[in-house]
């Protein structure tokens, strides 16, 4: 028969656990499994990413896996996947409806197919591990920033249109896409290359896409370029021509080029603020030749430009030469 502790013991027992949790509560974060590990009264092992047959607990005491200890533990654990699971399940749904409502529109639905599996792609990408780089979520906060951005794509592929709430937002945004490419002849330099990442900032990962927009009319190619790099988004406008099958930018304006200046504001194409570039150096990126890029992407929208890119592409002798920049090249 074991002899029972004694007061003195007792308390020395008490005066550890205290220790033990203050310790874990002065710290910064817990992932998901070492808060089922630790509210069970267990000590998680570094680097744990499932429950363990055994353990200590955080009185000191040795524990098999079949305390009940380790049954709330898994209990909780069981309960968290089954969370996570139930956010992926809505968003595949989500996404398995908008697929039907775009019916019989074959270019409409592979948009839908393409922008799904470059999410995808971009999620199982920015969430495999911590990003050792500033904005970016800590162990703890990825778990948090994972369910989040899988809120915010369910949220996207139902949200439906204010005209239309039986017709979903982005098979509206692609209609409204193709509606305006329509006003123009197109051709073998028009089309979407956009690259998508989970981009960090705020202690978080947010979804962002950039590249080059490329829009044709006759031999006039008007071009959109967007990037991002340390935190902060640059945009490049271009004007070029196609010239024996190649393309040449003849003005460019925008913060993401050299010897440029700004862009005109939105809606106003012939802004006399304008600092355009009239002699750029050719932009390899922005004057490749064509690969068959796709005609529609909802990731691409081209917002705000809207104005510019029509007044660019039906004027030949846009820009206006009296806002031009010379280089000085």
């Known amino acids: 028969m074991s002899t029972p502790p004694t007061e003195q013991a007792r308390i020395a027992a008490a005066a550890q656990l205290r220790a033990t949790l203050l310790d ?7 992932t998901p499994l070492e808060g089922c590990l630790i509210v069970s009264g267990i000590h998680p092992l570094p680097d744990c990413t499932e429950i363990p047959l055994g353990g200590v607990g955080l009185d000191n005491k040795p524990l098999n896996a079949g305390s009940s200890r380790f049954h709330d533990a898994r209990h909780m654990w069981d309960a968290w996947g089954d969370y996570r699971e139930s956010q992926l399940e809505e968003g595949e749904e989500a996404y398995v409806k908008i697929l039907a409502k775009a019916g019989s529109d074959t270019e409409i639905q592979v948009m839908l197919v393409r922008s799904q599996k470059r999410w995808i792609s971009a999620r199982d990408k920015g969430f495999d591990g911590t990003m050792d780089v500033p904005g970016a979520p800590d162990k703890g906060a990825l778990a948090q920033s994972l369910l989040q951005a899988m809120r915010s ?12 709430p039986a017709l979903p937002h982005l098979i509206e945004l692609a209609s409204a896409q193709r509606k305006f490419l329509g006003q123009f002849t197109g051709g ?34 008007c071009m959109v370029q967007d990037d991002w790099a340390s935190g902060h988004v640059s945009q490049v406008q271009s004007v070029a021509k196609v010239v024996r099958g190649k393309l040449e930018e003849v003005a460019v304006c925008g913060d993401g080029e050299a010897d440029a200046g700004q862009c005109p504001d939105a809606g106003n194409p012939d802004d006399p603020a304008a600092q355009w570039n009239r002699h750029p150096a050719q ?7 064509s690969q068959n890029w796709p005609q529609l992407d909802t990731d691409a929208d081209a917002g705000a430009v809207l104005d510019w890119l029509r007044v660019c592409l039906t004027d030949s002798h846009y820009p206006p030469a009296q806002v031009a920049k010379q280089s000085g090249k």
């Not at 874990?24 to 817990?30: D, G, L, Q, S, V």
């Not at 369910?154 to 249109?161: D, I, P, Y």
């Not at 089309?191 to 006039?220: A, E, I």
């Open 188 to 221: 073998a330099f028009a089309g979407f290359d956009m690259n998508c990442d989970f981009l960090p900032g705020g202690g978080t990962l947010s979804y962002g896409c950039f590249g080059v927009r490329r829009y044709q009319n006759l031999d006039r190619v």
């Open 24 to 30: 874990y509560f002065a710290r910064e974060y817990w």
């Open 283 to 289: 932009s390899p990126g922005r004057t490749a030749s």
């Open 153 to 164: 794509r369910t949220a996207e592929l139902t949200e439906t249109s204010h005209a239309n």
